[in-house]
């Protein structure tokens, strides 16, 4: 009699982890991107402001010599330098992608405890009731202080979130090959990727269903 309750369940928290982990996946990838533009940002604000110190503490008729800069072209060096650190500066103080990257791990650990807890349900198996999935619908919807995924890239985001479990399947049976090489057998064969049937001599063995009252 509770058969006809447990499926649903199950298939409902089965698509809640699916979708926590695109989630993650797509979260992961912002996070990652905002950080390697924070660094560089900083890293090129940090270069260009080291060579306007070397221009201002070095004599000027010194570096006019060795480099061959005639008057004029020193001082366009030197409001170069000083321009490109400021437009630097502005444009971290402005898009701030280091806060928009720990934001985004933020919304990475939140999907990945729901990805936990909705898996601690399944196991459970008959034991989930309408209660517990009631409210890890509530907690994995609590996401106000997270940032949202761009609608734009929605698609873009769930293509490479596909594509790498796809990866990961073909990777799982050939595990010395390269990616690249794994990625044409793919683009070539996409049906490569879909989950093997087991053995005969395991299928022959697998419990038969009881039938049906």
């Given at each position: 009699?509770?058969?006809?309750?447990?499926?649903?369940?199950?298939?409902?928290?089965?698509?809640?982890?699916?979708?926590?982990?695109?989630?993650?996946?797509?979260?992961?990838?912002?996070?990652?991107?905002?950080?390697?533009?924070?660094?560089?940002?900083?890293?090129?604000?940090?270069?260009?402001?080291?060579?306007?110190?070397?221009?201002?503490?070095?004599?000027?008729?010194?570096?006019?010599?060795?480099?061959?800069?005639?008057?004029?072209?020193?001082?366009?060096?030197?409001?170069?330098?000083?321009?490109?650190?400021?437009?630097?500066?502005?444009?971290?103080?402005?898009?701030?992608?280091?806060?928009?990257?720990?934001?985004?791990?933020?919304?990475?650990?939140?999907?990945?405890?729901?990805?936990?807890?909705l898996r601690s349900l399944m196991i459970v198996g008959k034991g989930v009731d309408s209660e517990k999935v009631r409210w890890i619908q509530e907690e994995?919807?609590?996401?106000?202080?997270?940032?949202?995924?761009?609608?734009?890239?929605?698609l873009v985001f769930k293509q490479r979130h596909l594509v790498k479990l796809a990866l990961a399947q073909l990777l799982e049976q050939n595990p010395h090959?390269?990616?690249?090489?794994?990625?044409?057998?793919?683009?070539?064969?996409?049906?490569?990727?879909?989950?093997?049937?087991?053995?005969?001599?395991?299928?022959?063995?697998?419990?038969?269903?009881?039938?049906?009252?």
């Amino acid at each position: 009699m509770s058969e006809p309750k447990t499926n649903p369940v199950r298939a409902e928290l089965e698509a809640m982890r699916m979708k926590a982990d695109l989630q993650v996946t797509s979260h992961s990838y912002l996070r990652d991107y905002y950080l390697g533009w924070g660094q560089r940002l900083n890293l090129y604000t940090l270069l260009f402001s080291a060579a306007l110190l070397l221009f201002t503490l070095t004599p000027s008729d010194f570096l006019q010599r060795t480099l061959d800069l005639p008057p004029d072209g020193y001082r366009w060096v030197m409001a170069a330098a000083a321009f490109l650190t400021f437009c630097l500066s502005l444009v971290d103080l402005a898009w701030n992608p280091t806060a928009k990257s720990k934001a985004h791990d933020q919304a990475v650990g939140h999907y990945l405890r729901m990805i936990y807890e909705l898996r601690s349900l399944m196991i459970v198996g008959k034991g989930v009731d309408s209660e517990k999935v009631r409210w890890i619908q509530e907690e994995f919807l609590d996401a106000s202080d997270l940032p949202r995924i761009p609608e734009g890239k929605a698609l873009v985001f769930k293509q490479r979130h596909l594509v790498k479990l796809a990866l990961a399947q073909l990777l799982e049976q050939n595990p010395h090959r390269p990616l690249w090489w794994l990625k044409l057998r793919l683009l070539w064969n996409p049906h490569l990727a879909e989950p093997l049937a087991p053995p005969a001599h395991k299928a022959a063995a697998l419990p038969a269903k009881p039938p049906k009252k």
